[in-house]
């Protein structure tokens, strides 16, 4: 039946016009954004499991700067607990010397006077060894902790080195002189022992400060394997997409012209009335 009011071809026609014309506005909202899902509308599930990653990947940006950050104060611990090893050093040199009976008073007051001296720098350079606020020398922490991972539940412990005069791992006394040979060689093991301690604490921070650089790349490297694995899900393949445009932009204007033909099917029935 033919029919001016119901023109059947010309609907299908405008039908598949309007799916290629949203066809070619998804193809061109991928290529201009580079994102196949940029948003829930695209694909809900994907773009939540999208989301949550991104989520994941923001976090471990805190987790690395925790690490950073507990890896500095590790190190200037380090730097720090070198240079008391090397007072400790001539701290011993000074007291061997003393200790040598041949010495007279004034030599061995002049020994006892760098002695002195030394021996303060060791509290001086401990009360310079924090950073941020955080010294693992000086007794005032126990333990730092850096965040391990994205969720905050783990953490990464180093414990800190208490190497204050007079303590259980530089045993030497805060006070600690001589004035006599016998008095400087009585000093000797106390300082070999603190020697030995020191020795063994720098050990400890520098086994700690690796696990946090090796840590840190860890992460870096968990960051940018999870970072790829979201453009796997949400990525656009432009070379596709690009070519999906073209074959697009041809049925658009086919489809086009197949409407206007289909507009003007009907158009013989007015000759019936001439």
Do not use: C, P, Y
Not at 160 to 167: K, P
Not at 174 to 188: Q, R
């Amino acid at each position: 039946m033919n029919s001016i009011n119901t023109n059947i071809g010309a609907m299908i026609a405008l039908q598949n016009l309007n799916a290629i014309n949203r066809d070619l506005q998804t193809t061109q909202n991928r290529i201009s954004t580079g994102l196949k899902v940029a948003s829930a509308k695209d694909d809900g599930a994907t773009w939540a499991i999208a989301q949550s990653q991104r989520s994941t990947v923001s976090s471990l940006d805190a987790v690395k700067e925790s690490l950073s950050r507990n890896s500095s104060v590790v190190d200037v611990a380090m730097t720090a607990g070198e240079s008391v090893s090397d007072l400790l050093t001539q701290l011993k040199e000074k007291a061997l010397a003393a200790s040598d009976t041949s010495l007279d008073s004034t030599a061995r007051s002049a020994l006892k006077n760098d002695f002195v001296a030394i021996r303060n720098q060791i509290t001086k350079t401990l009360a310079t060894a924090g950073f941020n606020g955080i010294n693992l020398l000086n007794g005032s922490k126990t333990s730092i902790a850096a965040l391990a991972n994205a969720e905050g539940t783990s953490r990464l412990t180093v414990a800190a080195q208490n190497m204050s005069l007079g303590g259980s791992i530089v045993t030497l006394g805060a006070n600690a002189d001589f004035s006599t040979a016998t008095s400087a060689a009585a000093l000797l093991s106390t300082l070999d022992s603190s020697i030995n301690n020191v020795s063994a604490a720098l050990a400890r921070l520098g086994t700690s400060s690796k696990a946090l650089d090796n840590h840190l790349t860890f992460i870096g490297k968990l960051q940018d394997t999870i970072t790829a694995g979201i453009g796997n899900l949400v990525d656009a393949d432009l070379a596709k997409e690009s070519a999906r445009l073209q074959s697009l932009q041809v049925r658009q204007q086919l489809a086009i012209q197949m409407l206007s033909f289909s507009a003007q099917s009907q158009s013989w029935v007015l000759s019936l009335f001439r």
